[in-house]
């Protein structure tokens, strides 16, 4: 298995507060992915990479931002966290587009 | 970006051969067809993948059409575990993305 970790695997924050969760791989994969998970929704694409610096929006982007300095991490930031954006998150990671992909465990945010 | 359809849900007799169908009519000649499955309350995994021919690994088959407008999953001997969300996505060419549908609800019983 890929190796692809996701930080942290659960969280509680506030409506308003920042919030930033982490996608480390140690794999040298070129692509990686941010998907939420709602009940009903399926897999919603948020942001992708295709390399370092190179971003993209998916989907559902509204109210988040990524940023990925290095290939081994893929930050994606909640700026002021709404209720709405309580979700399972997903990281994806693959090493070409046609190529397989590889998912986190996901992380479980909750925004009271 | 093409797409691809899935019945909502099938079901499946345990140690039975299941198939899981999927249509990919705008498909182009550099899509791969994936597979991936979601067992309950887990993240995604790789099933299978290919673009021509017909591939075998240790979870599955893949069986892709002639002209590629469709292909099938085939679980050899369905079993509990296989209880799962199926997904057939489309990846390569330009498209960077990795997009999921709705994908078939597989229910697996005893």
């Known amino acids: 298995d890929a190796g692809i970790t996701q930080s942290p695997r659960h969280k509680v924050t506030e409506t308003g507060t920042p919030v930033t969760l982490r996608c480390h791989q140690t794999?040298?994969?070129?692509?990686m992915y941010w998907y939420r998970q709602d009940p009903g929704h399926g897999l919603r694409l948020i942001h992708y990479?295709?390399?370092?610096?190179?971003?993209d929006k998916g989907e559902v982007s509204d109210g988040y931002s990524v940023s990925r300095s290095k290939t081994e991490d893929f930050l994606l930031t909640l700026e002021s966290a709404t209720s709405s954006q309580t979700s399972v998150y997903f990281c994806?990671?693959?090493?070409?587009?046609?190529?397989?992909?590889?998912f986190g465990q996901g992380t479980r945010l909750t925004v009271v | 970006d093409a797409k691809t359809t899935q019945p909502n849900s099938m079901e499946s007799n345990e140690e039975e051969p299941v198939h899981l169908p999927c249509n990919h009519s705008?498909?182009?000649?550099?899509?791969?067809i994936h597979w991936y499955r979601q067992l309950p309350s887990q993240g995604p995994e790789y099933v299978i993948h290919?673009?021509?021919s017909n591939v075998n690994n240790r979870m599955a088959s893949l069986a892709i059409a002639e002209d590629r407008k469709s292909s099938t999953l085939i679980l050899h001997r369905a079993t509990l575990r296989d209880a799962a969300v199926y997904y057939c996505?489309?990846?390569?060419?330009?498209?960077?993305?990795?997009?999921f549908g709705k994908g078939t609800l597989l229910t697996v019983n005893p």
């Open positions: 994806a990671i693959s090493w070409d587009r046609d190529t397989e992909a590889f």
């Open positions: 794999e040298n994969h070129r692509y």
């Open positions: 990479s295709y390399g370092v610096k190179d971003t």
């Open positions: 705008t498909i182009s000649g550099t899509d791969y």
């Open positions: 290919g673009l021509t």
């Open positions: 996505i489309l990846r390569g060419g330009s498209n960077y993305k990795l997009t």
